[in-house]
């Protein structure tokens, strides 16, 4: 079992690697930058944009023997976003056996919603069930993260776009434990 990060070098990828490394689950990065994943860490090189590049995670010497299993994928924040993760989604499922995914999109995002940009991943969320993938998806509201710490040590306060409206905050560590479970445990 191989776990395959993509956006690999971003925040909630980065705060799954802890987990994975603490059970010995062997993992693999995913980035259009690869050279600038940690020191210790393996990285293919991938772009959503590139699909020559979609098979690279797959063939990685740092797998040896070994398959890639499970995807965390961040959806790309690019045009054609629905055709273009569910063809790599599909690619791996198809052509390299890749049966779970774990999808991370924003809290507003609801299965099969099409609403502008915040709803078009809800189409890739609804491919995956069509397909009778095991899936699960993660949807974060607002991060809390170290920038915030300033305001509410200094200040007392959190500033967000919500004014007065009331909207969790979650850590990405937490989303990586969550994701870790969904990613690796016997059901997603």
């Not at 990065?29 to 990285?43: C, F, I």
């Not at 995914?101 to 995002?109: I, N, P, T, W």
Request: hydrophobic fraction near 40%; include cysteine.
């Amino acid at each position: 079992m191989v776990i395959l990060l993509t956006s690999g070098t971003g925040k909630t990828a980065q705060s799954i690697i802890p987990h994975l490394r603490s059970s010995s689950i062997p993992f693999l990065l995913a980035s259009h930058r690869p050279e600038s994943a940690p020191a210790g860490t393996h990285a293919a090189y991938f772009d959503w944009l590139d699909p020559s590049s979609y098979d690279t995670p797959f063939t990685h010497p740092s797998l040896r023997d070994q398959k890639i299993t499970a995807i965390y994928l961040i959806a790309p924040d690019i045009e054609d976003t629905v055709n273009i993760a569910t063809s790599f989604i599909d690619r791996a499922a198809e052509k390299w056996g890749v049966k779970r995914y774990v999808l991370m999109f924003g809290s507003q995002v609801e299965m099969g919603s099409r609403g502008g940009d915040v709803g078009m991943p809800g189409m890739i969320w609804k491919h995956v069930v069509e397909k009778c993938y095991e899936w699960a998806v993660l949807r974060c509201t607002w991060f809390m993260v170290k920038e915030y710490a300033h305001a509410i040590k200094d200040v007392g306060k959190i500033y967000s776009a919500c004014g007065d409206g009331k909207i969790p905050f979650v850590s990405a560590k937490d989303v990586g434990a969550m994701a870790f479970r969904a990613l690796t445990d016997a059901e997603a």
